[in-house]
């Protein structure tokens, strides 16, 4: 995902040169081609994600369009302050880059782990958070955001992501659930590459007699409260999959929708990294497993929500 995050990038400066790209001493190499077009356009600004956060605003304020990337543990822990006070607070429309999110750099440990963030900014107001599938879904959601001009956390992935969606298929819009599979039986509500897993899964949920739809929540903030209504309304079942703690993510949003509606009787299970540091994980698929976030959990987790 960061590769297309570089080439979209280049491609949208070509025919706006007040995009800046501020990097937190990382993809040096990603961004040859970048510095090579747009020499005036990037500023490395070193192991400093605090110091580049405020020169963000800065420019911001000045009437450019900055973007500040680096690792998403460092461009968020590490700047809340600046976040909240130098651009949320003025409404700057500065785009906050996070690479590797969730789990993406699980094999580093927990310096690198992820999976707080979006519980962290939600309560940021004016902040937007938008967090792509996979990287047509990035081609698709970045040009949007920066026509939006709004302060915007983009939360991504690392590499060798998965497609979600077919080719040429995916047509999202900020602000609106995608529907990715229309089904009956129970509806999987996600975001972000860890949805791949559960349409892995659905050759052998119709083995079971299993349907299930399964909704792209991609824009976590502002979130749609209409759009979950009328998903509480048609589903009884729903199971709630994300690469994050089991607090301050979509299912603590589905859940608060919920239970402002005494009619609602939904049963809602919530898959999700739990609330321990993860020890030992290793790389994504061993720590995914580990936390019960693999294909054959959420499997189990699946046939258990039919069964109620």
Do not use: W
Request: charged share 20%; with cysteine.
């Amino acid at each position: 995902m960061r590769n297309t995050f570089a080439k979209i990038l280049s491609k949208l400066t070509k025919k706006n040169n007040k995009i800046i790209l501020l990097s937190g001493d990382i993809g040096n190499k990603l961004f040859d081609n970048f510095k090579k077009d747009h020499p005036n356009n990037f500023y490395n600004c070193g192991v400093a994600e605090s110091n580049m956060t405020t020169v963000a605003a800065g420019l911001a304020f000045s009437g450019f369009q900055p973007i500040t990337y680096t690792i998403t543990s460092f461009n968020t822990l590490k700047t809340i302050e600046q976040i909240k006070l130098d651009i949320c607070y003025q409404d700057l429309p500065v785009i906050i880059v996070g690479v590797g999110s969730g789990l993406g750099y699980s094999n580093l440990g927990t310096t690198h782990h992820s999976i707080e963030d979006i519980g962290l900014l939600s309560n940021i107001p004016n902040l937007n958070i938008i967090v792509p599938t996979d990287k047509q879904e990035l081609e698709i959601l970045f040009p949007q955001i920066l026509k939006s001009k709004k302060p915007t956390f983009l939360r991504l992935g690392k590499k060798n992501e998965k497609p979600v969606y077919d080719s040429n298929k995916c047509n999202s819009k900020i602000g609106k659930a995608t529907q990715i599979l229309r089904g009956k039986n129970v509806c999987i509500l996600g975001y972000g590459n860890i949805l791949r897993n559960c349409i892995d899964l659905i050759s052998q949920l119709k083995k079971n007699k299993i349907n299930p739809s399964i909704y792209n929540f991609h824009t976590l903030k502002p979130i749609n409260k209409p759009q979950i209504i009328k998903i509480l309304e048609k589903y009884r079942k729903i199971l709630v999959v994300e690469e994050h703690n089991k607090f301050g993510g979509l299912f603590n949003r589905v859940s608060e929708i919920k239970t402002s509606k005494q009619n609602f009787k939904n049963i809602i299970i919530s898959v999700n990294a739990g609330d321990k540091f993860i020890i030992g994980g290793g790389d994504l698929k061993n720590t995914q497993k580990k936390l019960g976030l693999d294909k054959n959990s959420i499997l189990k987790k699946i046939k258990l929500l039919n069964s109620l």
